[in-house]
């Protein structure tokens, strides 16, 4: 059996291990990128609907959950501050491609994602790319307390004096995300949070009273509350669109990284409005209640959230009850999602390797040169960007310490 040796192995081919290559390349080392893919960044081109949400104009900690929020925070504040968007638009920009801006500073390609990969990899010339290759075993020697790192492929042995392991969450599994990060740093002596789904929609009982309204879209303000803290997207509103199922849309996604199993949802369906105002304002008080508010709100939602009891009341005949009630259901409407739709219907993960046992520069504290980048981690963006970011940082930061 074939033995090849490197200075660096990358496991993993999304965004942090072809970015890691692509930087990697340039310090004159001998390099290998491998993948069980035969196609490489196979989730990064269908990201974004497959214009790739690259990054954000806020770049902060503030977008991203994790069950080490204090450790979190300091890797990301390190990773920020010498890597913000416009380090990202440059390498779009490098590569040939344009970028196109969105709504809440979301910043696409503006042509598909995959002339951008594409692109990236032609330029990968010194790096030796391993596709199609199945992991068979991996462990570590240690000589001269130096650690020497040994992938077993079907029929190559490669070894490295380091290692990156990039391989991502096992969200969407239909591309091909597995998770082979936790199971090797598990071996290696490192803990984790088991994935679970993240920016993912929310299912619903069959008695959930909102049932039946599917297609319907609309602006919305969210938040959950979880041991009597309230969690919000700080980007505020956002849409939510009603599924057969339960709700999903952008204002769901966010959420659904906050969620917790049997925490509270709360939705206020007018967030740019006061119905309590409107209902006071002495104008309106001859108007008939439904007449009041169905100009607000598509029909059916707003036949499902006005009680049927009061749909033909006059808004100076509501009670102060009454007139509270409307409100809460409107401006406040709770209730418990059953669950969040499986990890092959989610766009990311939470959960991930400890960034207890990871250094500023994502090297682990438990074995030298044995680096972690991108969403193996236990750090989870919110919608718009934020994910291959901080793919991206990682790869950056990785690229300057070997």
């Not at 259901?329 to 990871?358: Q, T």
Request: aromatic share 8%; glycine share 8%.
């Amino acid at each position: 059996m074939q033995t090849k040796e490197y200075d660096l192995i990358i496991v993993g081919g999304g965004v942090s291990g072809l970015y890691l290559a692509y930087l990697a390349q340039q310090k004159n080392i001998s390099l290998c990128l491998i993948d069980h893919q035969q196609t490489l960044g196979m989730k990064w081109r269908i990201a974004g609907g497959a214009m790739g949400n690259m990054t954000n104009r806020t770049i902060d900690s503030n977008h991203y959950i994790s069950h080490t929020p204090k450790e979190a925070k300091k890797l990301l504040q390190s990773l920020f501050k010498t890597f913000q968007t416009d380090n990202v638009i440059s390498f779009i920009h490098s590569l040939g491609i344009g970028i196109e801006e969105r709504d809440f500073g979301q910043i696409f390609c503006n042509q598909p994602v995959k002339y951008l990969i594409d692109s990236l990899i032609k330029q990968l010339n010194s790096v030796d790319l391993y596709l199609g290759e199945k992991i068979h075993s991996y462990h570590y020697e240690e000589n001269d307390n130096t650690k020497i790192y040994s992938i077993q492929l079907a029929t190559q042995k490669i070894i490295g004096k380091k290692l990156v392991i990039a391989t991502g969450s096992a969200a969407y599994p239909q591309v091909g995300a597995t998770d082979f990060a936790l199971r090797l740093a598990s071996k290696w002596g490192h803990t984790f949070s088991p994935f679970s789904s993240a920016l993912s929609p929310m299912l619903c009982d069959n008695d959930f009273p909102l049932l039946g309204l599917e297609g319907i879209s609309c602006n919305v303000r969210m938040k959950t509350q979880i041991n009597g803290t309230d969690y919000k997207d700080p980007c505020g509103i956002r849409s939510l669109l009603f599924t057969h199922k339960g709700i999903s849309g952008p204002a769901v996604l966010v959420m659904s990284c906050f969620w917790q199993e049997h925490a509270k949802v709360f939705i206020d369906f007018l967030p740019e409005d006061n119905l309590l105002e409107k209902m006071h304002d002495t104008s309106n008080g001859k108007k008939i209640l439904k007449n009041l508010i169905l100009p607000l709100l598509p029909d059916r939602l707003a036949y499902k959230l006005i009680p049927q009891d009061l749909l033909n009341k006059k808004v100076a005949e509501l009670s102060k009850k009454e007139r509270q009630k409307i409100c809460d259901n409107i401006h406040n409407f709770c209730f418990i999602p059953n669950k969040l739709d499986a990890l092959k219907k989610a766009e990311a993960a939470k959960g991930g390797i400890s960034i207890k046992e990871i250094s500023l520069n994502l090297e682990s504290i438990l074995h030298k040169n044995l680096f972690f980048a991108g969403e193996c981690l236990d750090i989870t963006g919110l919608l718009g960007g934020y994910n291959i970011h901080f793919a991206l940082a990682c790869a950056k930061r990785i690229a300057e310490r070997i």
